[in-house]
């Protein structure tokens, strides 16, 4: 599969690979061009310590959380996230039916670069003096 671009333009090609991966499953898959691209809005969000130009190479597992009824005993079917972060924005690399149990919690799996995870903390103390320690 190419990666898809996540923008409203694309919105066509990720409807058919979102019902290519969720088959007949409707109840708790991802079916929305919409919803994908919220998310990608939410990992952008979570790479804002960093400037644009270092966001490349991030990645996102996104699975949805599961059914909140107590009917359910077993797993349901959802769909099961692969985005990727180029210097362009957020690309859709997979979209894959997966299971999740009930009350399962949802979840977002961020992989970043050695580089990125220096960046963050870097910025994250930019603004801390640090002082000698008295012994």
């Not at 769909?79 to 979840?107: D, H, I, K, N």
């Amino acid at each position: 599969m190419t990666a898809i671009k996540i923008t409203p333009a694309n919105a066509a090609r990720i409807q058919a690979l979102l019902a290519d991966a969720n088959g007949r499953a409707t109840s708790h898959t991802i079916c929305s061009c919409a919803v994908v691209i919220a998310i990608a809005d939410a990992a952008e969000e979570r790479l804002s310590a960093l400037p644009k130009k270092e966001r490349v190479g991030a990645s996102l597992t996104h699975t949805p959380a599961g059914p909140w009824a107590s009917a359910y005993k077993y797993a349901a079917q959802t769909t099961c996230l692969r985005m990727e972060r180029r210097a362009s924005g957020w690309f859709l690399t997979s979209a894959e039916r997966a299971e999740v149990y009930p009350r399962a919690p949802q979840r977002d799996s961020m992989t970043i670069t050695p580089e990125q995870r220096d960046e963050i903390a870097r910025r994250a103390v930019a603004e801390f003096s640090i002082s000698e320690a008295v012994a």
